[in-house]
């Protein structure tokens, strides 16, 4: 078993679409989560960072982590042919190196 | 603020033979990190420097990769020699420090794409 998996894709959808977008992990003790994307050929840029279980909003993002099921979200509201790329979740113990997952591949659609 | 700064961006070599990448991370900080991307993975980190120290390289194919950051500012990685499953695209990252740790916003650079043939 991987320590984070996700699924792959590709997933498209329509513009305005509420996407969601999740990884699920072995290790219970990792305790910091992270969402990046990443577009085409270039690197990945970080966008939601969560601490512990819970939820957090910016703008049309919100991610969510569920520790007890080892489940990590993130939500994107009205989206944009902008959002299309590729999220990889990661996370981390408090003294370890992130792990990435491998990335789900979106695209919205005008 | 500028970014990280990789170069090359694209390097095609034959098997066995040698190459190497530049970073040069954004300015004041002090952690810098080496990635390997292989298609349809995520990033795996290689490895990670705090200023000019290495922190954790247990990812680092010692027989065959190298790594420096001399003067704990730029720093070059080197495959030697090259294999068919070092095709990937290297990632060069860096972050700040609060305290004695890194933060979690790792700014990433836009990679140097390696194909070997």
């Known amino acids: 078993q991987k320590e984070v998996e996700q699924d792959p894709g590709p997933l498209s959808v329509p513009e305005g679409a509420i996407v969601s977008l999740n990884c699920t992990y072995s290790n219970s003790a990792f305790q910091y989560f992270m969402w990046y994307r990443q577009y085409s050929r270039k690197g990945p840029e970080l966008l939601m960072y969560?601490?512990?279980?819970g939820n957090k909003e910016d703008g049309r993002f919100t991610a969510q982590v569920d520790k007890s099921s080892k489940y990590i979200s993130l939500f994107i509201r009205d989206s944009q042919p902008s959002d299309s790329a590729t999220y990889l979740c990661a996370m981390r113990t408090s003294y370890d190196k992130v792990i990435f997952g491998p990335g789900t591949s979106l695209s919205v659609i005008p | 603020e500028a970014g990280v700064a990789q170069s090359p961006r694209y390097k095609i070599i034959e098997k066995r033979q040698s190459v190497a990448f530049w970073c040069n991370p954004i300015s004041g900080h002090a952690t810098l990190y080496w990635y390997q991307q292989i298609l349809g993975q995520g990033p795996k980190l290689l490895i990670q420097?705090?200023?000019?120290?290495?922190?954790?390289d247990s990812q680092l194919p010692k027989d065959r990769f190298s790594a420096e950051r001399l003067k704990g500012v730029d720093s070059t990685l080197k495959i030697q020699p090259a294999k068919l499953e070092d095709s990937a695209v290297y990632l060069c990252a860096s972050s700040d420090i609060q305290g004695f740790v890194s933060t979690d916003t790792q700014y990433f650079g836009p990679g140097t794409r390696l194909t070997v043939l």
């Open positions: 969560t601490y512990s279980s």
């Open positions: 420097f705090q200023n000019n120290g290495v922190v954790d």
